[in-house]
């Protein structure tokens, strides 16, 4: 059975670079699945951030495009979202989790870490 | 950018039949799928490509998707189905959600 465990900093000072990385177990990241990062703001909805397919093609929200970077690595078995120059909007539990090929719905979800920005 | 949009809140009494709505343009040409969240845990999906539901959960569950609207029924609700309830379509390399409805059971 698949899981997957986000870690990273808990805090990130305004305009610094957020990083979080994905570690998967029980399945191998060469798969035929999209791995992704979605984030919750508190009390608010899901905001889907971007996805990564094993051959490194990668699929990004347009309204965050121009500040994210999701890289995979399969000799861990891990996969890693970069977001850069954070404000206070970007406070949010962010979850990673694996999307379905032929779906396209996240059918396993980490357990969500709370990332809040400020200085 | 696509998008997609739902009620912010549902009541409905123990034992009767409640149903979200999500709506967006031609939604009934896109997958869409629904995940349900309780407070402090992650996501849960309970319906992919419109209408399937994944093992484990109650047939209870069920989806619906067609012109601009997907809906999600859960027949006989029980105390436990209060959750918040999130939709999602996918759309030409965008996966989108949207922002969710809060399900009560009274």
């Known amino acids: 059975q698949v899981q997957l465990q986000e870690s990273g900093p808990g805090l990130v000072k305004p305009s610094e670079t957020l990083s979080l990385t994905c570690t998967v177990s029980g399945y191998s990241l060469s798969s035929h699945y999209y791995w992704g990062w979605i984030r919750q703001p508190p009390g608010k909805g899901l905001e889907w951030i971007g996805n990564i397919y094993h051959s490194g093609s990668t699929y990004y929200n347009p309204s965050l495009k121009s500040r994210v970077t999701v890289s995979v690595d399969m000799s861990k078995n891990q996969f890693s979202l970069k977001l850069s120059s954070v404000t206070a909007a970007d406070t949010a539990v962010y979850y990673c989790?694996?999307?379905?090929?032929?779906?396209?719905?996240?059918?396993?979800w980490g357990q969500g870490t709370l990332v809040t920005v400020s200085s | 950018s696509y998008e997609v949009t739902q009620p912010p809140s549902v009541s409905v009494s123990p034992g009767q039949t409640a149903t979200i709505t999500c709506s967006g343009d031609?939604?009934?040409?896109?997958?869409t799928c629904w995940y349900q969240q309780k407070p402090g845990r992650s996501p849960v999906l309970v319906i992919y490509e419109d209408d399937k539901r994944p093992s484990g959960i109650p047939e209870r569950f069920s989806g619906s998707n067609s012109g601009n609207t997907a809906t999600l029924t859960i027949s006989e609700t029980q105390a436990m189905d209060e959750a918040d309830y999130h939709c999602?379509?996918?759309?030409?390399?965008?996966?989108?959600f949207g922002g969710g409805t809060k399900l009560t059971v009274l």
């Open positions: 999602q379509a996918w759309d030409t390399t965008s996966w989108v």
């Open positions: 989790a694996r999307a379905s090929l032929e779906y396209l719905s996240f059918d396993s």
């Open positions: 031609k939604l009934g040409d896109k997958n």
